[in-house]
């Protein structure tokens, strides 16, 4: 069953993991497992962080988002014993390539407040996307 828009973007906001997908220029979809946060006013931040070992701090998203601003990000719920609770959640992102200070702060505490390793907020930055769109599907009322 379809979700609805209000309750696709609940789900979105209460969930923290997710796979971020860019456009790569030459190979296309570029989909990345990633942790996120979303504003009051729809925005969704993916830090960029100095937790996990990385070759660069800059990293092939962002270049992706420079070269084209469109990107998705998909969060599910998965039961493999009982798929009347299977859900999926998709936004359509747009990247904001200077977002003002006041979002990326938001973003960045509310990173800090729901995921332990961030509590320091160990970022370089955080990459904001508006939310162009949500759709969303469930198994059964219940899921």
């Not at 100095?50 to 084209?68: G, Q």
């Amino acid at each position: 069953m379809r979700l609805t828009s209000e309750t696709a973007r609940a789900r979105l906001a209460a969930e923290v993991h997710g796979v971020l997908c860019t456009l790569h220029p030459e190979r296309g979809p570029d989909p990345q497992p990633v942790v996120y946060a979303v504003s009051a006013d729809g925005h969704v931040g993916v830090p960029i962080d100095r937790v996990k070992p990385k070759s660069s701090s800059r990293l092939r998203r962002e270049d992706n988002l420079e070269a084209d601003p469109r990107g998705s990000l998909l969060v599910e719920h998965w039961e493999t014993e009982d798929w009347s609770r299977l859900w999926w959640v998709r936004a359509t992102l747009e990247h904001v390539p200077d977002p003002p200070a006041a979002l990326t702060d938001e973003l960045a505490d509310r990173l800090a407040s729901t995921v332990p390793q961030y509590a320091d907020k160990p970022f370089h930055r955080v990459l904001v996307c508006r939310i162009t769109g949500v759709t969303g599907w469930a198994a059964s009322e219940d899921a």
